[in-house]
């Protein structure tokens, strides 16, 4: 079949696997040929190459919950369960994930292996710092445990390990008490990059935060942007969201043209977009997931992008240099005459000892580009930029970092090498991301 | 609301029986392995169904039929829904040249629902209420040879079902053939996919939705009808000829 990414870019052919319960997985796994390489596969929700490999091992089939204890807030369930049917059973429990991406459909093998984080990054941390254990399908086809305190070199590594260790078939979680499922939101006009840096750092104790950037504003509006602040409401309601896009089946059937996404349409949106919200009324109560996955209410809104498909550019900085640093992209970027559609800019909190997690304290930027020839000269521009910052990429949404850029923002590179080789001696797992980066061949 | 699932751990079984669960039924589930079993009674009950129960039964042992059902209705105290979810797709080639292989197939997807129906078919006119759903398949609409051993053991509980219904309908109880096309499921691993084939839950969702309306015969999703319609009006000079 033909699998690609949700940036739909690259594209290749691969064989799925999907195995009906653990057992048929590790039978599958000690049982695959000496020369196929095959890569875990949730529900396809990074980016770029990290889920693409010749072989697929997908996750589609372990989706049992096992046991939710709601003394201790702990939810164990497989490793294909997405985040978004957990929120279905937790929220009328009073409940909640700890961390949330910017989309339910994540599984949480997915959530584990990319070690994804929220707009809480600040005060929570990411993933996997609330998770308690993992079930782990070695290349022999052993199923291990694996935990702080259990094999806690190999958890170190499959907390955002990009599957690369094995695959995972199950985890268990720490879930958060709420006291409802409506989030208080509080948006902040910033008219240029520097007042939104105030912004955010003012308001550092807001559970959530997270800003929206018009990226094609420039000179003097260069980085104007709304800070979107927000924090658990304090009522009874438990209601579970269920969006325009599932009620009414909004969604994008097809592939677009995609010269529709233009220098001048997104220009245009994003202006529009800053004016609506500088109107708007700054505070607003809305549903979780309204405030959480906005943009999962159009269902396949990747397609907008056109058959070639789209990059994401996530990178994060340290605070000191984030300011420059941003401003130097932003600019690099309108010089070159492109834009970006969507442009989010948050503070991360500390970073965690897993090896190759990606958030670090520092300020992150994502950027969404059109596939297009002339974007990778600028995409390497930007590295050099990052890199000089002592910045590093988001390997969830890479799609094409070569192998020095990696290596040199990845310190701990040699270290997960070291346990892969240990625990992967023949390399069975490999993606085409792990290929280009140097970490399998 | 009180669910019986025959076949429980089946991709679509499975997929019904957790939308039951999250409108918080009662659900007894009957299949063949018990570890399976156990593993979607905790998942259920997480989902949200306020109990549970299981019991191991091989559909091919007929005998054994009518003393698990009993123990279902005692269990769940009456059943609003049975749905009969089991089945296995056969290698038409093996099957044909091999009748006990035949035999075994026929009695898996036809005789063992037949079956279960006059097991079900009293407890229900006792009751005065209820429906019974069962999965057959568009295979037997009419017989193609890439799988007609497959799609004559389904038309065969297809005929029984208009009966049958017929035969209820004075003591208001109702019953749903439901006619999954091609389904992307454990079942069909071996099978290339392509545009027409639907996911468990798709089908699952349309399950649901038919029982609670009280529909006859379900295709599922609906375009299947259309494609079975110009499948049956193929003139059979035509049809012979056809390898698909």
Same mark, same amino acid.
């Given at each position: 079949m033909e699998a690609m990414g949700w940036g739909r870019y690259p594209k290749t052919t691969a064989e799925l696997i999907q195995p009906a319960d653990s057992q048929a997985l590790q039978k599958f796994i000690s049982a695959q040929k000496k020369s196929a390489s095959c890569i875990s596969r949730g529900s396809g929700s990074s980016y770029g190459d990290s889920a693409l490999a010749e072989q697929l091992v997908s996750s589609r089939f372990l989706d049992n919950f096992f046991e939710l204890d709601q003394q201790q807030n702990v939810l164990r369930c497989g490793a294909g369960v997405k985040l978004g049917d957990i929120l279905k059973i937790c929220i009328p429990r009073g409940l909640f994930l700890p961390v949330l991406p910017g989309t339910k459909a994540v599984s949480v093998g997915g959530a584990i292996a990319a070690d994804v984080h929220g707009k809480n990054h600040h005060l929570d941390g990411s993933f996997c710092a609330h998770v308690q254990k993992i079930s782990l399908v070695l290349a022999s086809g052993e199923l291990v445990a694996c935990s702080e305190q259990e094999n806690p070199e190999l958890f170190r590594a499959t907390c955002g390990g990009m599957g690369l260790t094995g695959v995972i078939s199950d985890a268990t979680l720490s879930l958060d008490s709420i006291p409802s499922s409506y989030i208080n939101q509080r948006s902040l006009i910033a008219n240029n990059l520097a007042e939104c840096f105030e912004h955010i750092e003012d308001n550092a104790d807001s559970k959530y935060s997270v800003a929206w950037l018009d990226c094609l504003a420039t000179d003097k509006n260069l980085g104007r942007s709304v800070l979107y602040l927000g924090e658990h409401a304090e009522s009874e309601n438990r209601e579970i969201d269920t969006m325009y896009g599932e009620r009414f089946g909004l969604g994008v059937p097809f592939s677009t043209p995609s010269f529709l996404l233009n220098k001048t349409t997104m220009s245009a949106f =994003?202006?529009?977009?800053?004016?609506?919200?500088?109107?708007?009324? !700054? !505070?607003?109560?809305?549903?979780?997931?309204?405030?959480?996955? %906005?943009? $999962?209410?159009?269902?396949?809104?990747?397609?907008?992008?056109?058959?070639?498909?789209?990059?994401?550019?996530?990178?994060?900085?340290? !605070?000191?240099?984030?300011?420059?640093?941003?401003? =130097?992209?932003?600019?690099?970027?309108?010089?070159?005459?492109?834009? !970006?559609?969507?442009?989010?800019?948050?503070?991360?909190?500390?970073?965690?000892?897993?090896?190759?997690?990606?958030?670090?304290?520092?300020?992150?930027?994502?950027?969404?580009?059109? =596939?297009?020839?002339?974007?990778? %000269?600028?995409?390497? $521009?930007? $590295?050099?930029?990052?890199?000089?910052?002592?910045?590093?990429?988001?390997l969830a949404k890479d799609a094409r970092m070569s192998e020095e850029m990696f290596k040199a923002s990845y310190p701990n590179w040699e270290k997960f090498m070291a346990i892969k080789s240990k625990y992967d001696p023949k390399t069975r797992f490999a993606s085409l991301q792990s290929n280009r980066l140097g970490l399998t061949q | 609301m009180k669910i019986l699932i025959i076949g429980a751990t089946s991709a679509i079984a499975k997929a019904s029986a957790r939308i039951y669960a999250e409108l918080g039924c009662s659900l007894h589930l009957i299949a063949r392995r018990d570890d399976q079993l156990a593993l979607l009674a905790s998942d259920l009950l997480v989902r949200g169904a306020s109990t549970v129960s299981h019991s191991v039964l091989d559909l091919n042992k007929f005998a054994a039929h009518e003393k698990t059902l009993d123990a279902a209705f005692t269990e769940l105290g009456g059943i609003d829904i049975a749905l009969i979810c089991h089945g296995s797709l056969p290698d038409q080639e093996k099957v044909e040249q091999n009748f006990k292989q035949a035999q075994k197939e026929i009695n898996t997807n036809g005789i063992s629902i037949i079956s279960l129906l006059t097991e079900l078919t009293p407890k229900f006119i006792e009751q005065q209420q209820g429906s019974i759903a069962v999965i057959t398949s568009v295979a037997g609409d009419r017989g193609r040879q890439p799988n007609f051993v497959y799609g004559a053991a389904k038309s065969l509980v297809s005929t029984y079902l208009q009966g049958l219904r017929g035969k209820l309908l004075a003591y208001n109880v109702n019953i749903v053939d439901i006619r999954p096309g091609l389904v992307d499921s454990p079942m069909t691993a071996q099978f290339p996919k392509g545009p027409l084939w639907s996911s468990p839950e798709c089908i699952a969702q349309k399950i649901v939705k038919s029982i609670r309306r009280g529909s006859h015969t379900v295709y599922a999703p609906g375009y299947w009808r259309v494609i079975m319609f110009v499948v049956s009006a193929i003139p059979e000079f035509i049809f012979k000829r056809l390898k698909f």
């Open positions: =994003n202006a529009s977009y800053f004016g609506v919200q500088k109107r708007k009324k !700054s !505070s607003a109560t809305l549903g979780y997931d309204k405030y959480f996955f %906005p943009l $999962d209410r159009i269902s396949n809104w990747n397609r907008l992008y056109g058959s070639k498909g789209f990059l994401q550019y996530q990178f994060v900085v340290p !605070s000191e240099s984030a300011f420059d640093c941003i401003t =130097n992209v932003l600019e690099r970027i309108s010089e070159k005459g492109k834009g !970006s559609f969507l442009t989010v800019l948050k503070k991360f909190g500390e970073s965690n000892e897993n090896l190759l997690s990606f958030a670090r304290s520092g300020y992150t930027l994502t950027l969404d580009f059109k =596939n297009e020839p002339t974007l990778f %000269p600028l995409l390497e $521009d930007l $590295d050099r930029i990052v890199l000089t910052h002592d910045g590093r990429l988001y | -």
